[in-house]
C-alpha cells in the first residue's frame, strides 16, 4: 500500500541497503539563547534533559557516547549502520576549530554513514557551511534547523530570539551548498496559534521543498518557563484529537518529497508536565494513519509548489 506520508524509516530504507540508525549526542556545545547573548531564559518549552538521553546524564566523552549507542542499537535493533545526531544545544555554535573538533569524532569509526547537525538559524554563517560541507564528500549530511513557526509574534512569545526572515536567510546559504539537506523542526499548538496559522507555516514549508521536517506537539516539560505559564493557567497544551486533525491537515500543504523524520514527541515520563498522551507514541502513529486513511488525507495533497 502507498504511504501516506513520507517517512523517515523508508527514506533510509530506500537510500542505504542497510539497518540505519540515528543515534543521538551532546557534543558539549552552548546555545546564544541561553549564554546571554541573545537571552539567558531560553525558549519557553526548553529543558535539554527531557529532550536527550545523552543530555540527562553526566557529561561524557562524545565517542563514548557514540560507541554507547552503536553498541545499544546494534543489540536491540540489529542496527547495521548510523547517523550521529549532534541534537543538544546549538550545534554550530562555537569556533570552527571546536566544531571541526567535534564534528571529526565520527571519524573514528567506521559504520557511520552520516551527521545530522541540530541548530538555530541565527548560527550558520558561510565559513561554518564550508566546514559542513566538507563532510559532504564521506557522509550524508543533514542540518537541522529549529524553526518552530513562521509566525514572529509567535516567536518573539516563545523567546526563540530569531525571527523567520532568519530563518529563510540560512535556508537560502544553505541551499548554495546541493549536497547538504535542510530539516526543519515545527511544533504544532504554540500558544495563540490558531488553526490557519498552523496552516500557514506548512503552505510556507511546503513552498521551500525541505528535504526534511521534524513535528511535534507542543509539551510542557518540566524546569521550562512554559511549565510555570501552564501551571498558573496561561497556556494550554492540545488534545489528542486536535493533534490529529493539525498535523494530517499540515502533511497536506508539504513537498510530497520532504521526509517526515519526526510526527509525534520523545520526553520520558519523569519529565512531562502534560499532555501525558504523548506517551503512547505507537497508538498516535496508527492514529495519524488511520485518520489520514478514514478522510482520504495524504502528503502533498493541497502541494501547490
Ligand atoms: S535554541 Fe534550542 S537549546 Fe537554545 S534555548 Fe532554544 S530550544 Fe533550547
Redesign the pocket.
Known amino acids: 500500500m502507498q504511504e501516506r506520508y513520507y517517512k523517515f524509516s523508508s527514506y533510509l530504507k530506500r537510500r542505504f541497503s542497510q539497518k540505519v540508525h540515528k543515534i543521538s549526542v551532546d557534543a558539549g556545545f552552548s546555545?546564544?539563547?541561553?549564554d546571554g547573548t541573545k537571552s539567558k531564559e531560553?525558549?519557553i518549552?526548553?529543558n535539554?534533559r527531557g529532550f536527550s538521553l545523552n543530555s540527562r546524564i553526566s557529561p561524557r566523552p562524545l565517542e563514548l557516547q557514540i560507541k554507547e549507542g552503536m553498541d545499544f542499537n546494534r543489540a536491540r535493533f540489529g542496527a547495521e549502520r548510523f547517523i550521529i545526531y549532534f541534537q543538544?544545544?546549538?550545534n554550530t555554535y562555537a569556533s570552527l576549530g571546536t566544531l571541526k573538533e567535534r564534528y571529526d569524532t565520527v571519524k573514528r569509526f567506521k559504520d557511520i554513514v552520516g551527521i545530522s547537525i541540530g541548530t538555530?538559524p541565527d548560527c550558520i554563517d558561510e565559513d561554518i557551511l564550508s566546514l559542513i560541507d566538507s563532510y559532504t564528500e564521506d557522509y550524508e549530511v543533514w542540518l537541522e534547523y529549529?524553526l518552530q513557526t513562521i509566525h514572529e509574534k509567535t516567536l518573539a512569545f516563545i523567546n526563540?530570539?530569531h525571527t523567520y526572515q532568519d530563518f529563510l536567510r540560512a535556508v537560502e546559504l544553505t541551499r548554495k551548498r546541493e549536497k547538504i539537506k535542510v530539516c526543519a523542526h515545527v511544533i504544532i499548538g504554540l500558544p495563540g496559534e490558531s488553526m490557519e496559522m498552523v496552516l500557514e507555516t506548512a503552505k510556507e514549508l511546503g513552498r521551500l521543498k525541505l528535504e526534511g521536517i521534524k513535528i511535534h506537539p507542543l509539551h510542557v516539560i518540566r524546569g521550562t518557563r512554559l511549565e510555570e505559564m501552564f501551571s498558573q493557567g496561561l497556556t494550554e497544551t492540545l488534545e489528542l484529537d486536535e493533534y490529529l486533525e493539525l498535523v494530517t491537515r499540515f502533511l497536506e500543504y508539504l513537498w510530497p518529497e520532504t521526509v517526515i523524520q519526526r510526527i509525534s514527541a520523545n520526553c520520558p515520563r519523569e519529565f512531562l508536565v502534560d499532555p501525558l498522551w504523548i506517551l503512547q507514541k505507537g497508538r498516535i502513529l496508527e492514529k495519524i494513519e488511520e485518520r489520514l486513511l478514514s478522510e482520504s488525507k495524504f502528503q502533498g495533497r493541497l502541494w501547490v509548489g
Open positions: 546555545c546564544p539563547n541561553r531560553g525558549c518549552f526548553c535539554n543538544a544545544y546549538t538555530r529549529g526563540r530570539g
